[in-house]
């Protein structure tokens, strides 16, 4: 009993140690958060850069107005909107603008990803796009309901029969 005791003991202080040396190998920040101080600052822009695409004529940057909830594509230092986009950082994906007098740097808006759980499907029912005839057999509720179904296979199976006997129909004269 006592050198279970004591097995127990060393176990349990063994797996402590472990677990303080694997609390200081880990990460300080998660790779996937964003960085400190950047969500917050985005949030606070009156714009917001929503899509760098490049074609023939250079690169072309999508701002937003979730103020007026609209946006446009624009490129650099095109004249004729509300700001300019002076400055593109290829590396960092932000754009520096002339809004309102002032200077904005804007960050790329990362995607919000939200999961969104599995409908559950009712239990006897068969996928959607299945023909009849697949899938799991519904057994009859009530002993009428038994009857009712197997004279409808006695039926399905007769006529199947007299199709089979019949010669195939002659073509009609058009």
């Given at each position: 009993m006592?050198?279970?005791?004591?097995?127990?003991?060393?176990?349990?202080?063994?797996?402590?140690?472990l677990a303080a040396r694997a609390d200081t190998t880990l990460a300080?920040?998660?790779?996937?958060?964003?960085?400190?101080?950047?969500?917050?600052?985005a949030e606070n822009q009156p714009l917001e850069l929503r899509g760098i695409m490049m074609d023939g004529g250079g690169y072309r940057f999508s701002v937003f107005d979730p103020v007026r909830k609209t946006g446009q594509?624009?490129?650099l230092n095109e004249p004729g909107h509300d700001f300019t986009v002076k400055t593109h950082d290829v590396a960092r994906d932000t754009v520096t603008l002339d809004f309102q007098g002032r200077m904005l740097t804007l960050s790329l808006r990362t995607a919000k990803?939200?999961?969104?759980g599995v409908p559950e499907t009712p239990a006897g029912s068969r996928p959607t796009g299945m023909p009849l005839g697949y899938g799991p057999e519904s057994k009859?509720?009530?002993?009428?309901?038994?009857?009712r179904f197997n004279r409808a296979v006695e039926e399905i199976n007769r006529r199947r029969a007299l199709r089979e006997k019949s010669p195939a129909p002659l073509p009609?004269?058009?």
């Open positions: 006592t050198k279970s005791i004591h097995r127990l003991g060393l176990l349990a202080s063994l797996l402590l140690g300080l920040g998660s790779p996937f958060a964003p960085a400190s101080g950047s969500a917050a600052a594509w624009v490129r990803v939200v999961v969104v009859p509720s009530s002993p009428v309901e038994a009857a009609r004269p058009q």
